[in-house]
C-alpha cells in the first residue's frame, strides 16, 4: 500500500553491482519505496517501463539505480565515440534536473561514471567544454541540449537508456516535440532501454510511451487517493483583503521554521514576499524572474535553515526534495488540480507527515470543485475566527518608514504591474528638491523648504 513509506524489499535482496550497492547504503538506503519494489525487478533485466506514483515517493532513486547498474553491468556499445554519453536522463525543469544530479552524487559517487547536468541559465561555454570532455550520463532540460547537439558537440548514437522523469509536466511545458527529436537520434527501441515515470499517466503520456518505447510494463503504485496520505489538509474561505492577516496568524501559530506559500502570479509573489520580509520572518521569493544560480542560492539556504518560507510560483511545484517542509500554504488556488496535488507533495514526502492550508478567495475559489474531484475527497473547511485576523506582532525588527508607507490593506493586486513610464513619473514626484549652491545645479545645498506655488 502506498501508506507504507517503505517495503520489505531490500536493495542487498536485487542483483545490484557491489560498489552501486554500497553507495545506496552509504547515502541511507536499504530499503525499497513501493515505486521502487514495483519497477526494479523489471528494469533490471532491461526491459522498458511506465512507472507511475504519487510525487516524494523515490521514483529518482528508482530509475538512478536501474541505468546506473546497467552502465556497470553491460559493455558500451562498440562504436561509441569518446564525446558520447551512453544515457539520457531528460527533466522538464532545472530544478528537477539538479536534484536529479545531486542524488545521482550520493549514489554512484564511487562508480567511475561521469555525469554531465545540462542546463539553461548558467554558463554556455563551460557546460560545452563538459560535453566535448566525454561523460557517461547527460543530466538535462531538452532545450540546452538540443543546442549541443545540432552543433555536433555530440551524439546520441550510442545512448543505450534513456529516462524520462515528471513526463506529464513535459507536455505542460511544450516540449513534446524537442523530447521527440532526442528520441528519433538515439537507436532504436528495439536497442535501447526506455524508463518513464510521471506522477500521471494520462492517455497522451501514454501514447508517447507506446510510440517510442518497446512494449514497456505499465506499473503503477496503487494509492487509495491521488494526494499523499500523511498530508493534512484544509481549506479557508477568506475575502480578498482576509488573505494577509490569516496567512500571518497561522504562521505564528504553526511552526513555520520550513514553509512554503504558494501564488498564481508574480506579481502578488513579490507582494506577499514583503508583507512576510516587513514582519520578521526569514523569507525569499521563488518565481520564473529570479536568475538560475540566485535561484539555487535561495534553495541551498532554505534547505540549511538560513530562510524559514519560500514564497513560489509553479515553478517550484515539482522536481524539489527539500526535507522537513512542515506547511504548504496555496494562498492562492492553483487553476490546475494536477498543480495542486505537486504543491501539496512538497511535503510529507517518504513518510513524513505534513500540512497543507489552502485558501479558497472569490478569484480563485471556483477551482475548488474541480481539486477536490480530481483528489476524489472532499478538503475539511475550516472556520476563520476574528483571532485569526487579529494584528500580529512583528519578530524581530520594527517596520521602517518605507515599509510603512508602502502599507496597504493585505489584498493582492491581480492587475498587470506599473509599466516602466508609470514607474518613472512616480520616482519623479518623489525626488526631493535641492538648491543648487552658487548658481550652479550640481551643489551641496540642503533641501528647499517647501513653498506653495503661484
Known amino acids: 500500500m502506498s501508506d507504507k513509506p517503505l517495503t520489505d524489499v531490500t536493495f542487498s535482496s536485487l542483483e545490484l553491482n557491489p560498489v552501486l550497492l554500497e553507495g545506496l547504503t552509504q547515502a541511507g538506503f536499504t530499503r525499497c519505496t513501493p515505486i521502487q519494489a514495483l519497477t526494479l525487478p523489471i528494469a533490471l533485466t532491461g526491459r522498458d517501463v511506465a512507472g507511475q506514483a504519487q510525487t516524494g515517493t523515490g521514483k529518482t532513486i528508482a530509475f538512478l539505480v536501474a541505468v546506473v547498474n546497467r552502465l556497470l553491468t553491460r559493455p558500451a556499445i562498440a562504436n561509441r565515440g569518446e564525446t558520447d554519453p551512453r544515457a539520457l536522463i531528460l527533466a522538464p525543469t532545472r530544478e528537477l534536473a539538479i536534484q536529479i544530479q545531486k542524488d ?15 542546463y539553461g541559465g548558467v554558463d554556455y561555454d ?34 543505450e537508456a534513456v529516462v524520462l522523469d515528471e513526463a506529464d509536466r513535459m507536455f505542460d511545458l511544450g516540449f ?67 488573505k494577509i492577516p490569516l496567512l ?64 513560489a510560483t509553479d515553478v517550484a511545484a515539482r522536481g524539489l526534495h527539500i526535507d522537513g517542509v512542515s506547511h504548504v500554504y496555496n494562498y492562492d488556488l492553483p487553476n490546475d488540480c494536477e498543480d495542486y496535488v505537486h504543491r501539496i507533495g512538497r511535503t510529507a514526502r517518504l513518510g513524513a507527515e505534513g500540512d497543507a492550508v489552502s485558501f479558497a478567495c472569490d478569484m480563485y475559489a471556483m477551482s475548488l ?86
Request: proline residues 7%; positive net charge; charged residues 30%.
Open 248 to 311: 500571518l496568524n497561522l504562521l505564528a501559530r504553526n511552526d513555520s521554521r520550513r514553509s512554503m506559500v504558494f501564488v498564481n502570479m508574480k506579481v502578488a509573489a513579490e507582494k506577499v514576499w514583503r508583507r512576510l520580509d516587513r514582519q520578521g520572518h526569514k523569507v525569499a521569493v521563488l518565481s520564473g524572474d529570479v536568475p538560475q544560480k540566485k535561484r539555487q542560492s535561495l534553495l541551498a539556504k532554505f534547505q540549511r535553515g538560513d530562510l524559514h518560507i519560500l514564497v
Open 176 to 242: 513534446i516535440k524537442d523530447i521527440r527529436f532526442l528520441l528519433r537520434r538515439m537507436p532504436p527501441a528495439g536497442e535501447r532501454q526506455s524508463l518513464l515515470f510521471s506522477a500521471t499517466l494520462s492517455h497522451r503520456v501514454l501514447e508517447l510511451a507506446y510510440e517510442h518505447m518497446n512494449e514497456p510494463e505499465k506499473l503503477t503504485v496503487e494509492t487509495e487517493t491521488v494526494t499523499a496520505s500523511r498530508v493534512r489538509q484544509v481549506v479557508y474561505f477568506p475575502a480578498a483583503e482576509e
Open 369 to 454: 470543485p474541480e481539486i477536490e474531484a480530481y483528489i476524489e475527497q472532499k478538503i475539511p473547511v475550516a472556520q476563520i475566527t476574528p483571532d485569526l485576523l487579529a494584528p500580529v506582532p512583528v519578530l524581530a525588527r520594527e517596520a521602517s518608514a518605507a515599509d510603512e508607507e508602502d502599507e496597504d490593506d493585505g489584498s493582492i493586486a491581480t492587475n498587470p504591474p506599473p509599466s516602466d513610464k508609470d514607474a518613472a513619473a512616480r520616482k519623479r514626484r518623489r525626488r526631493p528638491r535641492r538648491t543648487g549652491g552658487s548658481g550652479s545645479g550640481s551643489g551641496s545645498g540642503a533641501p528647499a523648504p517647501s513653498t506653495p506655488a503661484g
Open 126 to 159: 563551460k557546460q560545452r567544454e563538459m560535453l566535448r570532455a566525454g561523460c557517461d550520463v547527460i543530466i538535462a532540460t531538452p532545450g540546452r541540449l538540443i543546442d549541443y547537439l545540432k552543433q555536433r558537440v555530440f551524439s546520441l548514437s550510442a545512448c
Open 104 to 118: 545521482a552524487q550520493k549514489v554512484a559517487a564511487e562508480t567511475g561514471l561521469r555525469f554531465a547536468l545540462i
